[in-house]
């Protein structure tokens, strides 16, 4: 009676757990990402992303304002003041612990006077500000430099996407390669649609010698490791000079991606009902008026759900962009060749980096999330009759 139909698995709860832990495990890297891109480059560094939203402690390096031009005598002594917070352009900020050497930084508690020797005093208050005391001999040169403690609330910019998108000098073409993969994308994903849907309509409901034997040649082509056709294509394209351009790349993709494409589409076509198609030739329907007014109306779900990984593959390719079209003036590199770029010129900038890498998923994110309730019925098409 334990396994009469309406009755629950036993191991139901371990999918959902299971579910949950995979869902999770995307989530949260999407979700840290976000946040890091509107974080500061301190912040970044001093604190994970998950405490976004509480303050922060952090050691920071200021330095007095210069003696020559901010020193006002008092007596017999020299005095320059200031705030540090207000001449590094930050505020809202606070000192707990602060120190005049590195290996010392908690030497001082905020508002303490440190003596630096021979009359030559320092005090440092809370908020930032301070007063340098001294002869003529010490207070001069450069500023003293001050070690301290800082608790800083939580901030968030806009600068960081202002960067990536509209300042090229901060991005080397970032918002280039935002368009340049737009360029490559959109075409490689529509061709296969195209040709693979003709294909699939053949192979599922037209007779024609030979179809079982293409039908195994296609199945035997999505094993074919990616790699191993890249030189091959690569000289092919040279030698009818399409190599290094946008038409070669697209021609790549959709060699790579047709596979797949006519597999997925024929299953779900010779799953669509039979008389449906008898019932059209009976009335004196062409095949190209039962492909186009019946199959492809009802194979949108299976069109949709090639759509989504072609359109996530191309977009977030990046080996047969560096083969196929990354040329000497980067005038046509696209964003994951970008961002491996910027990892090597600008690897200690974890804000652009992590803006640019949002930047570049937000797009596939947007199409997943716009038809992903075609994606199981496109992948399940013809597993069940």
Do not use: C
């Amino acid at each position: 009676m334990d396994n009469i139909a309406g009755h629950k698995p036993a191991l139901t709860w371990a999918v959902h757990i299971s579910v949950l832990i995979l869902v999770l495990a995307w989530l949260f890297p999407t979700v840290g990402l976000f946040v890091s891109s509107f974080r500061t480059a301190d912040q970044i560094s001093s604190s994970g992303w998950w405490a976004a939203l509480f303050p922060t402690e952090q050691n920071e390096v200021y330095r007095a304002a210069d003696p020559d031009d901010n020193r006002v005598a008092d007596g017999d002594v020299f005095v320059v003041s200031g705030n540090v917070f207000e001449e590094a352009g930050a505020s809202e900020k606070t000192i707990s612990v602060w120190g005049t050497s590195s290996r010392e930084i908690s030497a001082y508690e905020a508002g303490e006077t440190a003596d630096l020797g021979d009359g030559e005093t320092l005090t440092l208050g809370e908020g930032g500000a301070y007063e340098w005391r001294g002869n003529d001999d010490q207070i001069s040169g450069r500023g003293q430099r001050i070690f301290a403690t800082v608790t800083a609330p939580p901030e968030f910019t806009l600068d960081n996407y202002e960067n990536v998108l509209l300042s090229g000098n901060a991005t080397d073409g970032m918002t280039k390669a935002f368009f340049n993969t737009l360029t490559v994308t959109i075409p490689a994903t529509i061709i296969p649609i195209v040709i693979a849907a003709f294909a699939a309509y053949a192979l599922a409901w037209m007779e024609f010698p030979g179809r079982a034997l293409l039908i195994a040649t296609v199945v035997a082509l999505l094993v074919v490791p990616l790699q191993l056709a890249l030189i091959p294509l690569l000289k092919l394209h040279l030698g009818i000079g399409i190599g290094k351009g946008y038409l070669g790349t697209w021609l790549a993709h959709t060699g790579f991606g047709l596979p797949l494409a006519i597999y997925l589409l024929r299953n779900y076509m010779v799953g669509l009902p039979r008389d449906l198609i008898e019932n059209a030739r009976v009335d004196g329907a062409t095949e190209f008026q039962i492909f186009t007014r019946l199959i492809l109306p009802l194979s949108f779900p299976a069109l949709a759900s090639f759509a989504i990984f072609q359109f996530l593959w191309t977009w977030n390719d990046l080996l047969v962009a560096k083969v196929f079209l990354i040329d000497a003036t980067g005038e046509t590199t696209v964003m994951t060749n970008q961002i491996v770029e910027l990892l090597g010129t600008r690897g200690g900038n974890w804000e652009i980096l992590a803006t640019a890498a949002f930047v570049s998923i937000a797009v596939p994110l947007i199409v997943f999330f716009a038809m992903q309730r075609y994606l199981v019925r496109g992948l399940l098409a013809g597993s069940v009759k």
